[in-house]
Nanobody, 127 residues
Framework: QVQLVESGGGSVQAGGSLGLSCAAS???????????MGWFRQAPGKEREGVAS????????DYHDSVKGRFTISLDNAKNTLYLQMNSLQPEDTAMYYCAADALLCGSLRVNDYNSWGQGTQVTVSS
């Protein structure tokens, strides 16, 4: 029922940039709360963690401390697409990145507050 598809991952050198996209169908975007989504990541041997969230109605974005000033989350409502622009990438950013929607609490960076997930896209940063 929920359709979220991430893209844009890849391999880059430290200091480089990548832009991730999360595309949703019109039905999915409107049904699972437009303007209330997030990005999460999971590195090998680690728990999934919140990276960034957006709650457009509240004019609110939130970021994990480790990515503040480097990552930017945004929504293009006309294209039903969520974005994550990642600059100044470091090896510790290496992980599978997931798009999340259908939040129990908009603006949350907690894994358990989201009900719907994309399949993930791999980001690898080498030193």
């Amino acid at each position: 029922q929920v359709q979220l598809v991430e893209s844009g991952g890849g391999s880059v050198q430290a200091g480089g940039s990548l832009g991730l996209s999360c595309a949703a169908s019109e039905y999915t975007y409107s049904r699972y709360l437009r303007g209330c989504m997030g990005w999460f990541r999971q590195a090998p041997g680690k728990e999934r963690e919140g990276v960034a969230s957006i709650y457009t109605r509240a004019g609110r974005t939130d970021y994990h401390d480790s990515v503040k000033g480097r990552f930017t989350i945004s929504l293009d409502n006309a294209k039903n697409t969520l974005y994550l622009q990642m600059n100044s990438l470091q090896p510790e950013d290496t992980a599978m990145y997931y798009c999340a929607a259908d939040a129990l609490l908009c603006g949350s960076l907690r894994v358990n507050d989201y009900n719907s997930w994309g399949q993930g896209t791999q980001v690898t940063v080498s030193s």
